[in-house]
T-cell receptor, first 112, second 114 residues
Framework: GESVGLHLPTLSVQEGDNSIINCAYS??????FIWYKQESGKGPQFIID?????DKRQGQRVTVLLNKTVKHLSLQIAATQPGDSAVYFC???????????FGAGTILRVKS | NAGVTQTPKFRILKIGQSMTLQCTQD?????MYWYRQDPGMGLKLIYY???????DKGEVPNGYNVSRSTTEDFPLRLELAAPSQTSVYFC?????????????FGPGTRLTVL
């Protein structure tokens, strides 16, 4: 079936460096792609989304890039901080009911 | 607004026992969802609802039941608990209607079935 998956299970970066988290998806029919952050013991928290007719969207310290040609999604975090340490999930929106299909997640560890 | 609240936070069940996981949202959202998250994995959709009185199966509905009698509440029922249902359960809600909109998640219920 269709799925959303991640390339790297764990990413370690130095505080102040930029982080890039990658995601591959297979369902080209999805309208939206979303990044969530999940801190230990908490529910996922929305970070940023991008519609399928866009290739880049920027937020505060975060940028999402969408490459529909190779079905690839990435999340860039600028000047990574210790508070960014968490598990990051990509998800795609599945039409009726606003359903989400989640990838497996990437652990981001920020070293001080 | 409290957002999405879930009770209990933790629960241990014996095989064959039943329980209801509670979920309430105070944002007047039409859409609500139940997900499970196994260790080291992403979230998988169990059931969802697009409004009071309407529920639909998600990716992994077997062993669960839901009801949606009010806009605010979306309880998840486990009738005969099995070890495979050991997981963290998240409830979420979104305004619904039309295009995609953000889902808001509760803090989760950690369930262990022994």
């Amino acid at each position: 079936g269709e799925s959303v998956g991640l390339h790297l299970p764990t990413l370690s970066v130095q505080e102040g460096d930029n982080s890039i988290i990658n995601c591959a998806y297979s369902n080209s029919a999805s309208d939206y792609f979303i990044w969530y952050k999940q801190e230990s013991g908490k529910g996922p928290q929305f970070i940023i989304d991008i519609r399928s007719n866009m290739d880049k969207r920027q937020g505060q310290r975060v940028t999402v890039l969408l490459n529909k040609t190779v079905k690839h999604l990435s999340l860039q975090i600028a000047a990574t901080q210790p508070g960014d340490s968490a598990v990051y999930f990509c998800a795609e929106n599945m039409e009726y009911g606003n359903k989400l299909v989640f990838g497996a997640g990437t652990i981001l560890r920020v070293k001080s | 607004n409290a957002g999405v609240t879930q009770t209990p936070k933790f629960r241990i069940l014996k095989i064959g026992q039943s329980m209801t996981l509670q979920c309430t949202q105070d944002m007047n959202h039409n859409y609500m969802y139940w997900y499970r998250q196994d260790p080291g994995m992403g979230l998988k959709l169990i059931y969802y609802s697009v409004g009071a009185g309407i529920t639909d199966k998600g990716e992994v509905p077997n062993g669960y039941n839901v009801s949606r009698s009010t806009t605010e509440d979306f309880p998840l029922r486990l009738e005969l608990a099995a070890p495979s249902q050991t997981s963290v359960y998240f409830c979420a809600s979104s305004p619904g209607g039309g295009n995609y909109n953000e889902q808001f998640f509760g803090p989760g219920t950690r369930l262990t079935v022994l």
